[in-house]
C-alpha cells in the first residue's frame, strides 16, 4: 500500500501526522493545565483578599468604586472594577484552583469566580474576576509562591512536544528522502566504472527516477565501452601501416635530411598513438589497486631520467606505502618527469608525508604555464603549442593522463607556478592502511 503513494502523498501525510499529534499534545496539555493547584496558604490569601475586596467594594458608592479598588490594591493584589462589561476569559482556566478558593469561602459560590493563567501577564500571574451582587464585575490579578513552577513546567511542556513534532517530521522526510541521497551520492561516480544498480526504493517518482538512472548508467558504461575498444583498435590497427613506412622509408633512395625528417614524423605518429592508448586506459578502474612502494617507484624513475643524462635529482623518504594502480601511476610520473626535463631541461622531486597524506613534488626552472591556462592543459588534446611548426611531440594528452590516473586512486593534482620561476606539481594519495 505504500508502494502507491507518491512524493507529495507522503509529505501530506507526515504534515497531518504532525499536526494530529500536535493537536493531542495541546489539548492533554490544557487538560492538564485546568487541574494546576497552589499551596493551601495562598489559596487562602487568594479567599480572604476577594471576599474582603467584594464586600467593602459593594458598600463603596458606585462613582467611587474604582478609587477604592485602587486603594485595596497591593503590589502582590491588584484589583480594578468595572461597572459592566464582557468578562475575559484566560488561555488556561485553573478549575482545580478555582475549587481550592471556593472550598475555603462559601461567599464566593455565587460570585461566579473564574481563575485562569495569562503568560503574559508575568511569569507567576493567576488573573481573575468575580460578579458583585449588582452584577458589576472585580477583577484582580495576583502572584502566587507556586504558581511560578507551574508556569515555568507549562512552557518546558509546550516546548517539549514542538521539539518531538519536529525531530518525528526531520526523521520521517530523511526516511522519505533517503533513496534520493543514495541516488545523488551513486551519480557522482557516474562513468568511472563498471555500473552498479541501485535498488529501486521509496515512492512511486523516485523509483522511477532510480530505474531511468539506472538505464542512464548502463547506457552511458556502454557508450564509452564502445569508444574506447574503437580508440584501441583504431590505434592497434595504424601500427601495421606505420611500421610497413618505416621499412619502406629505409629502404629507399632519398637523401639523409629527408629521411630524418620523415623518420621524425613517423616517430611521433607512433608517440601519438601510445598517448592516445594510454589515456584511453588510463580511465579504467577494472584493474584493482594494490599495495606500492611510491618512494620506490618515484626514486626509479628519476635514477633512471639520470642515468640518461638528465638533470634529474630526488629528495625525500626511501619507503613511503599507498594503495593504487601501479601502472598507470608510474606513467603519469613519468610522464610529469619527461615533461620537466623537455620543458626545462631539469626535475627535482620530493616525497613526503604530509598531514596524513603521501605527497609528491615536481619542480622545474623552466617557464612554466600561463595562469589562465593551467586549468586548459589537465583537459585533453589541449596543447600551449599551437605553432603548426612545433617541436613538441604529443597530442596534448600527458596531463590529462597524469589527472586520470590521481583521481583513479583517490588523490589530488595541484599545478602552480613558483615564484621563482618554473612549474610545481603536487600529487596527494591517501597512506595505505596497515593490515
Known amino acids: 500500500m505504500l508502494r502507491r503513494f507518491g512524493l507529495p502523498e507522503r509529505l501530506l501525510a507526515i504534515l497531518l501526522l504532525v499536526a494530529g499529534v500536535d493537536f493531542a499534545a495541546n489539548t492533554l496539555l490544557f487538560e492538564r493545565a485546568s487541574q494546576f493547584a497552589v499551596a493551601e496558604d ?15 467594594i459593594e458598600r463603596t458608592p458606585p462613582q467611587e468604586r474604582v478609587g477604592a479598588a485602587q486603594a485595596l490594591s497591593t503590589p502582590r493584589f491588584a484589583i480594578s472594577w468595572r461597572a459592566a462589561g464582557n468578562r475575559p476569559v484566560g488561555a488556561v482556566p485553573l478549575a482545580k484552583m478555582r475549587q481550592q478558593v471556593l472550598d475555603l469561602s462559601g461567599d464566593l459560590v455565587a460570585a461566579d469566580l473564574q481563575l485562569y493563567l495569562k503568560p503574559r501577564s508575568g511569569a507567576d500571574a493567576i488573573s481573575g474576576s468575580m460578579l458583585l451582587a449588582d452584577r458589576s464585575v472585580l477583577y484582580f490579578r495576583t502572584r502566587t509562591s507556586e504558581a511560578w513552577t507551574l508556569n515555568a513546567g507549562r512552557v518546558i511542556s509546550l516546548m517539549l512536544p514542538t521539539l518531538m513534532l519536529v525531530t518525528l517530521a526531520w526523521v520521517l522526510f530523511r526516511a522519505t528522502l533517503a533513496p534520493l541521497r543514495t541516488l545523488v551520492r551513486a551519480s557522482r561516480t557516474v562513468g568511472a566504472g563498471p555500473p552498479e544498480p541501485l535498488e529501486e526504493t521509496g515512492t512511486s517518482e523516485v523509483r522511477d527516477l532510480i530505474h531511468a538512472f539506472n538505464e542512464m548508467q548502463q547506457r552511458i558504461h556502454e557508450s564509452m565501452a564502445s569508444r574506447m575498444q574503437s580508440m584501441l583498435a583504431i590505434g592497434h590497427d595504424l601500427r601495421t601501416p606505420l611500421s610497413r613506412m618505416q621499412l619502406r622509408l629505409e629502404d629507399s633512395r632519398i637523401d639523409e635530411d629527408t ?21 584511453v586506459e588510463s580511465g579504467g578502474s577494472r584493474i584493482p589497486a594494490e599495495r606500492i612502494n611510491l618512494a620506490a617507484m618515484v626514486q626509479t624513475l628519476v635514477d633512471t631520467a639520470a642515468d640518461d643524462g638528465c638533470d634529474a635529482t630526488y629528495h625525500g623518504l626511501e619507503s613511503l606505502e599507498i594503495m593504487a594502480r601501479p601502472v598507470s601511476l608510474r606513467r603519469a610520473l613519468a610522464n610529469l618527469i619527461e615533461n ?7 626535475v627535482r622531486v620530493t616525497v613526503q608525508r604530509d598531514q596524513g597524506l603521501a605527497e609528491v613534488v615536481i619542480e622545474d626552472d623552466g617557464p612554466g604555464i600561463p595562469e589562465d591556462r593551467i586549468s586548459d592543459v589537465l583537459q585533453p588534446f589541449v596543447r600551449l603549442d599551437t605553432a603548426r611548426s612545433r617541436d613538441t611531440p604529443g597530442m596534448g594528452l600527458g596531463l590529462a593522463i597524469v589527472r586520470r590516473a590521481v583521481q583513479l586512486d583517490n588523490g589530488e593534482l595541484k599545478l602552480r607556478n613558483r615564484p621563482e620561476g618554473g612549474l610545481e606539481v603536487t600529487m596527494r594519495f591517501p597512506l595505505a592502511t596497515a593490515g
Open 42 to 56: 495562598d489559596a487562602a490569601r487568594v479567599a480572604e483578599h476577594l471576599v474582603i475586596a467584594s464586600r467593602a
Open 259 to 279: 629521411r630524418q625528417d620523415m623518420g621524425k614524423d613517423l616517430g611521433e605518429m607512433r608517440h601519438m598513438l601510445e598517448s592516445l592508448q594510454a589515456f
Open 340 to 346: 620537466a626535463v623537455h620543458y626545462a631541461g631539469n
